[in-house]
């Protein structure tokens, strides 16, 4: 058994964190990424902030990752990698990495993202400057596969309804103490939903807040293949129900013409289900969350939150519309 000895850099902020002298254990969860990992180890062993340590837990990869890690370690003493067996699940992963970390501060990158090398340095200045509890969410640009730039998040305002209603933010994004996780429940399996949110959403909901930072210092490439198609989504608020599966697929459609355009106010992660019952078929929405404690708050968040878009998305799919007669017919 492991047993890990945080080095606290203390001192500074009214959080007691020292900027310049605390020591950062980067999380990185990699599967099957090869030469294409090294692209992320630079960018967060190129920091201005050099007292960290990069842990990469290698989920089973079936390519050379492990060679690429290695490399880079035999290079760096600062880079260090678990080799574990395959989950296909990148929750335990950090887990067991977390577990592994010595730094009093904790910061993630997922295998395909980059960092700006002043990207630990600000979210340092940052959390000195923040209550213990509160996380730091840097700015992010989000690159097409063709290497353009597709958009920019940053800055805002954050409450904790929208941590209920929107997973928000990459784990690129954050930096946190490492005692906002400290003999707690943290990162866990997602079962097929998305681990992050579930984290997010479950942190909020014992009092820890989020900064979002105004600078991007962050770089996510959005893949061709989203992860979307293989998630589980778990009903959250039933809207309608038709008498048959016909019925069904003509409102789903009509949701879809309705939505087609940018712009719609509707969570991002939120998606239209239609499911069989003994009475039909019910149409509502649904969320790629990990519990059904998460999708029940959903449930009792939406009608208030986003009256709006409830009433009408039940208007849409119950609503049919007059069938088109010819002229002359």
Do not use: K
Not at 54 to 78: I, N, Y
Not at 173 to 186: P, S
Not at 236 to 242: E, I, K, P, Q
Request: net charge negative.
């Amino acid at each position: 058994m492991t047993t890990s000895t945080r080095t606290s850099g203390e001192g500074g902020g009214p959080g007691g964190l020292d900027p310049d002298r605390a020591l950062v254990s980067v999380i990185c969860p990699a599967y099957d990424r090869g030469p294409a990992l090294t692209r992320t180890l630079d960018s967060v062993l190129g920091q201005s902030h050099g007292r960290l340590e990069l842990l990469v837990g290698d989920d089973g990869s079936t390519d050379d990752t492990r060679e690429v890690v290695r490399a880079a370690a035999s290079e760096d003493p600062r880079v260090r990698l678990l080799e574990l067996a395959h989950h296909g699940d990148p929750g335990p992963v950090r887990a067991r990495l977390l577990a592994e970390a010595r730094g009093s501060v904790i910061a993630y990158v997922d295998h395909d993202d980059t960092w700006s090398p002043d990207h630990l340095a600000r979210s340092l200045e940052s959390l000195a400057e923040l209550p213990p509890n509160t996380v730091h969410v840097a700015g992010a640009s989000y690159t097409e596969p063709t290497g353009g730039h597709a958009l920019s998040r940053h800055g805002g305002t954050w409450d904790r309804t929208s941590t209920v209603l929107d997973p928000l933010f990459e784990p690129t994004r954050v930096v946190h103490r490492a005692g906002l996780l400290r003999g707690r429940d943290g990162w866990r399996p997602s079962y097929g939903g998305m681990e992050d949110w579930d984290l997010w959403w479950r942190l909020s909901g014992r009092g820890t807040r989020f900064h979002l930072d105004d600078a991007v210092t962050v770089t996510i490439p959005l893949a061709p293949t989203t992860r979307r198609n293989r998630l589980r989504f778990l009903p959250t608020l039933t809207l309608a129900t038709v008498p048959d599966r016909t019925e069904a697929t003509e409102a789903v459609e009509r949701w879809a013409r309705a939505h087609a355009q940018p712009g719609t106010e509707l969570p991002a992660w939120l998606s239209l289900l239609a499911l069989p019952t003994r009475e039909g078929w019910t149409l509502g929405f649904g969320a790629p969350v990990v519990t059904r404690r998460h999708a029940q708050e959903i449930r009792r968040l939406l009608p208030t939150r986003l009256p709006h878009l409830v009433a009408e998305a039940t208007e849409t799919l119950t609503t049919v519309p007059a069938p088109t007669t010819r002229p002359g017919a």
